[in-house]
């Protein structure tokens, strides 16, 4: 094992003042823990050989505290980490061609963030808090040492860069194929497959996106995002109460995406808020 791979991870039992360009660690009070998933059972870490498995942990115990509203990483910052998201929910935002703030990503704990600025040492967007959250930043040397002597964390890495790089796919097709009753349906089926893969429930979540920056991330108007809100309602298919959303249909909302609902559906011309570019969907 390289010296470096362990010399360089910050040791456990850690919090951080965040700074967007260079977190810095300081000391966490005595008995506070706020993880929403174990080292053992993060994806980096699944089959890893069981004599790096105290590297990757003490990695993963150096904690950042991120504020709502604030930037864990800018538009054009250096890159020189990815962070894991331990609690809390952010969303990812670049500019559009019209100047507008574009929402392409809405991140939940145990997501990493961050991929957008591999390619070019630089962030492409910037993620925001959308509460209180604790992140783990991973200093991308580290990730590279680790996976140049472990195959198991290589593959792990490789295997996640392709599950973002689908998800940009489906986000393309959702964008350029799909209705705005298919597009909403398919966010919260989403959404809630995401919670339940990380043992939550699977028909009902907190979402802490606003209409309108879930509008933005689905391409569509704030009052039409409202709308489909209301007619899934009715419709008895969701039930929503503030930020709290329950799928009450899954069936009819899978239904919905597989077939455009054509009785459901009430699109003009004002619908679409814009159309988004294949480039700007930053992983």
Not at 16 to 30: L, W
Not at 81 to 100: E, H, I
Request: proline share 4%.
């Amino acid at each position: 094992m390289k010296a470096d791979v362990i010399g360089a991870v910050v040791r456990s039992g850690v919090d951080a003042t965040h700074d967007p360009g260079n977190p810095v660690p300081v000391a966490r009070p005595e008995g506070t823990t706020s993880a929403a998933w174990s080292p053992a059972t993060f994806s980096l870490s699944l089959g890893v050989e069981p004599n790096l498995a105290p590297c990757l942990e003490r990695m993963l115990a150096a904690r950042t505290r991120v504020k709502r509203g604030h930037a864990l990483y800018q538009l054009g910052g250096r890159f020189h980490a990815l962070y894991a998201l331990r609690t809390g929910t952010c969303k990812s935002v670049l500019l559009s061609r019209d100047g507008q703030d574009q929402t392409v990503g809405y991140h939940i704990a145990g997501d990493i963030v961050g991929l957008d600025g591999i390619a070019t040492d630089a962030h492409e967007c910037e993620a925001t808090a959308l509460e209180d959250m604790d992140v783990c930043p991973m200093p991308f040397d580290q990730i590279d040492d680790i996976a140049r002597i472990s195959d198991q964390f290589r593959r792990n890495f490789v295997k996640l860069l392709a599950r973002e790089n689908a998800r940009t796919r489906s986000m393309m097709m959702m964008l350029g194929t799909m209705h705005a009753e298919q597009r909403l349906a398919m966010f919260l089926l989403d959404v809630a497959q995401r919670y339940y893969a990380r043992g939550y429930s699977a028909h009902e979540f907190v979402l802490r996106m606003t209409r309108a920056e879930i509008g933005s991330y689905l391409g569509l108007k704030l009052e039409t995002t409202s709308r489909l809100f209301s007619r899934f309602q009715r419709a008895g298919l969701i039930h929503v109460r503030g930020r709290a959303v329950r799928l009450l249909d899954r069936a009819a909302l899978t239904e919905i995406v597989e077939t455009g609902a054509a009785q459901m559906h009430f699109i003009d011309a004002d619908v679409m808020r814009f159309p988004m570019a294949a480039s700007a969907l930053p992983m």
